[in-house]
C-alpha cells in the first residue's frame, strides 16, 4: 500500500463520510469494474467523469471521487478502503484478526480468544472473521496484521519436518 492510498484513506476517515457510504463504495468497486475503468480512463473527459460521479455519489464522497479522478487515483480504491478501515479500527480502538480453525471454537471459547487479543494488543474491542480450513487437520491459526500464531496439526507436523531435515 502507498502512503497515498493511506493519505487518501485517513482523509476519507476524517471527512466523516457514513460508514454506510463506504461499503456501497466497496461493493462498486468490486461488483461495476467498467464504471471504474471509465473514471480512470485517460480517453473520458473531466467533465463526463465528474457527471456520472454526481449522478452515483453524493455529497462529501462524491468530491472525493471527483479528487480521486482528477489525479487519476481511482485505481487505488482497494488499497484506499483498506487504509480507511486500518484507520477507524485505529481510531475505535478495534482489533482485526483472522481465525482459521478446523473445528469452530465455541462461544466461550471466541469470548476468551478475543479478551486475551485485548489484552494482548491493548484493544477495547476485537473483531475476529472466521474461516474454516479442514487442511489444519487440527488446532488453528491466528493472524493479526502480519503477525500469524500458528497452533495447527499442520503447522507442527510442517515444524518438525523442518527439525529433522535440518531446513
Known amino acids: 500500500m502507498t502512503q497515498t492510498a493511506r493519505n487518501y484513506g485517513r482523509v476519507l476517515f476524517e471527512l466523516a463520510v457514513p460508514r454506510e457510504e463506504i461499503e456501497e463504495l466497496r461493493?462498486?468497486?468490486?461488483?461495476t469494474p467498467e464504471l471504474m475503468l471509465v473514471l480512470n480512463s485517460p480517453v473520458v473527459g473531466e467533465k463526463e467523469k465528474h457527471a456520472v460521479i454526481g449522478q452515483i455519489f453524493h455529497?462529501?464522497?462524491?468530491?472525493?471521487?471527483?479528487?480521486?479522478?482528477?489525479?487519476?487515483?481511482?485505481?487505488?480504491?482497494?488499497?484506499?478502503?483498506?487504509?480507511y478501515d486500518a484507520y477507524f479500527d485505529e481510531q475505535s480502538d478495534t482489533l482485526r484478526a483472522a481465525l482459521y480453525y478446523v473445528t469452530a471454537p465455541d462461544d466461550v471459547q471466541r469470548?476468551?480468544?478475543?479478551?486475551?487479543?485485548?489484552?494482548?494488543?491493548?484493544?477495547?474491542?476485537?473483531?475476529?472473521?472466521?474461516?474454516?480450513k479442514?487442511?489444519?487437520?487440527?488446532?488453528?491459526?491466528?493472524?493479526?496484521?502480519?503477525?500469524?500464531?500458528?497452533?495447527?496439526?499442520?503447522?507442527?507436523?510442517?515444524?518438525?519436518q523442518q527439525k529433522m531435515t535440518g531446513r
Request: hydrophobic content about 35%.
Open 27 to 31: 461493493r462498486m468497486y468490486f461488483e
Open 59 to 83: 455529497g462529501r464522497l462524491c468530491n472525493f471521487m471527483k479528487v480521486l479522478c482528477g489525479y487519476q487515483s481511482v485505481d487505488q480504491i482497494p488499497d484506499i478502503l483498506k487504509a
Open 111 to 132: 469470548e476468551g480468544l478475543e479478551k486475551y487479543l485485548g489484552r494482548k494488543y491493548g484493544r477495547r474491542e476485537v473483531v475476529l472473521e472466521m474461516t474454516r
Open 134 to 160: 479442514p487442511e489444519l487437520i487440527g488446532g488453528f491459526v491466528l493472524r493479526i496484521g502480519d503477525i500469524e500464531e500458528d497452533y495447527s496439526i499442520r503447522g507442527r507436523l510442517s515444524a518438525l
